[in-house]
């Protein structure tokens, strides 16, 4: 069935070095892909888009890569600090409806 | 605060008992979204409206389960009867619902323990 998948369940990375999160998606006529960001009790916060039209979208400290041709998503954040601890989900929409996500990379910043 | 708010932000409740939530969606968004997750994995679609109308529930959504949202504003949640496999946190999205703005922005959610 159609699935979004990530490469790695856990990420520790270097108070201020940059951090690399996969997704890998099956579905091909998606054409909306968003990551979020979950802290411990709460919901899940918006960080960036990007549509199918577009391979790469910036955003503040945070770049999402979208390569259709292996169906994957990366979401690269820079100089990363302590509050970005937490776990990180792709999702893909098709359709302007149910978003479906992937299990999440818990990303742990090492101060 | 003008975003997404859900109440009670937890439920403790005996198996077999009723449940309400409740969710306020951003005021100006037309599309509301209903998601369950369960502990390390991610939100899964339960339904979601149209204003007032329900457009789609998932095969998550038993008969125990309904939704509803009677003026296109805010939106109920109830779970009949329910079971230990309720347990789960609810969370609530809504939209705008157009092609041009599709983001969907989460409430905290609603934990809920079914003992």
């Known amino acids: 069935g159609e699935s979004v998948g990530l490469h790695l369940p856990t990420l520790s990375v270097q108070e201020g070095d940059n951090s690399i999160i996969n997704c890998a998606y099956s579905?091909?006529?998606?054409?909306?892909f968003i990551w979020y960001k979950q802290e411990s009790g709460k919901g899940p916060q918006f960080i960036i888009d990007?549509?199918?039209?577009?391979d790469k979208r910036q955003g503040q400290r945070v770049t999402v890569l979208l390569n259709k041709t292996v169906k994957h998503l990366s979401l690269q954040i820079a100089a990363t600090q302590p509050g970005d601890s937490a776990v990180y989900f792709c999702?893909?929409?098709?359709?302007?409806?149910?978003?479906?996500f992937g299990t999440g990379t818990r990303l742990t910043i090492i101060p | 605060d003008t975003g997404v708010s859900q109440d009670p932000r937890h439920k403790i409740t005996k198996r077999g008992q009723n449940v309400t939530f409740r969710c306020d969606p951003i005021?100006?968004?037309?599309?509301l979204y209903w998601y369950r997750q369960t502990l390390g994995q991610g939100p899964e679609f339960l339904t979601y409206?149209?204003?007032?109308?329900?457009?789609?529930k998932s095969r998550l959504l038993s008969d125990r389960f309904s939704a509803e949202r009677p003026k296109g504003s805010f939106s109920t949640l109830e779970i009949q009867r329910t079971e230990q496999g309720d347990s789960a946190m609810y969370l609530c999205?809504?939209?705008?619902?157009?092609?041009?703005?599709?983001?969907?922005?989460f409430g905290p959610g609603t934990r809920l323990l079914v003992l």
């Open positions: 999205a809504s939209s705008l619902g157009n092609y041009v703005e599709e983001t969907q922005y």
């Open positions: 579905n091909s006529a998606s054409d909306y």
């Open positions: 990007i549509r199918s039209n577009m």
């Open positions: 999702a893909e929409n098709f359709g302007n409806e149910k978003l479906t």
């Open positions: 005021s100006e968004h037309n599309r």
């Open positions: 409206f149209q204003n007032e109308a329900q457009l789609e």
